[in-house]
């Protein structure tokens, strides 16, 4: 078997679907399901950590280095509108929205990148993936708004470029990527998907489905991109 799987983030709808596809597949010696409140899921060993708790993630890396090398390291979180509204105008910036984006969506992921990468195998491949979206894309922005999220998004886009490059002078067969997952129907896109195209409002398992296959055939060339669901690769 292919060492060990960590999900971070593991009750949410997409990190669930990813945990139970996982279990399901059979290739890992072990499933991680790390959540902040370390919810129990049937077939996996369940984890309590919390992105904006440093400590909390030392603990749960100190607890998967006594086991199987992880081989594969995904980040199913993110923040968009809990408590704070997109911004559709610079009018509406507020540091404490921002500076909540920022703590989530990329501190947190850079944060549990410095405890787990270094429990990957050097001698073989391994993939470490973060939740990112297609509107963290400087290239690709042509609506601006959103300015927290987006802006958290494309720091952590840079972070996962740092990180490629830094993980290639140790771990020349580790990939490193962003992943957009779509638009899946769960609580994080409840209040938006009023204008999401007919077919293209994904199920938590379909898009867990595609996000598997998709870091499935990313090569270390790959690393420090970030790809859609559909394996195409996102404008920086």
Not at 70 to 88: C, K, Q, Y
Not at 112 to 118: F, Y
Not at 185 to 190: M, Q, Y
């Amino acid at each position: 078997m292919n060492g060990s799987a960590v999900v971070i983030g593991a009750t949410g709808g997409l990190g669930r679907a990813l945990v139970d596809r996982l279990i399901v597949e059979g290739k890992h010696q072990t499933v991680w399901a790390i959540s902040r409140t370390g919810e129990e899921v049937a077939g996996a060993q369940a984890l309590a950590a919390d992105l904006e708790d440093e400590a909390s993630l030392a603990e749960a890396a100190r607890r998967i280095g006594q086991g199987a090398a992880p081989t594969l390291i995904v980040l199913a979180t993110g923040v968009l509108h809990d408590g704070f509204r997109p911004e559709r105008s610079l009018r509406q910036l507020e540091a404490d929205h921002m500076l909540r984006d920022y703590r989530v969506n990329a501190v947190g992921p850079a944060l549990a990148a410095k405890h787990l990468l270094p429990l990957t195998p050097r001698d073989r491949r391994a993939v470490f993936a973060a939740l990112s979206a297609r509107v963290g894309s400087i290239g690709d922005n042509r609506l601006g708004g959103w300015h927290s999220y987006r802006a958290s998004k494309a720091a952590l886009n840079m972070i996962l470029r740092n990180l490629a490059i830094e993980m290639a002078r140790s771990h020349p067969l580790a990939v490193i990527a962003g992943l957009h997952p779509g638009t899946v129907d769960t609580g994080l896109s409840a209040p938006f998907q009023k204008g999401v195209a007919e077919g293209r409002l994904f199920t938590p398992d379909y898009s867990a489905e595609r996000l598997l296959a998709v870091m499935a055939a990313l090569t270390p060339a790959d690393s420090g991109g970030v790809f859609a669901w559909d394996g195409a690769r996102i404008p920086e």
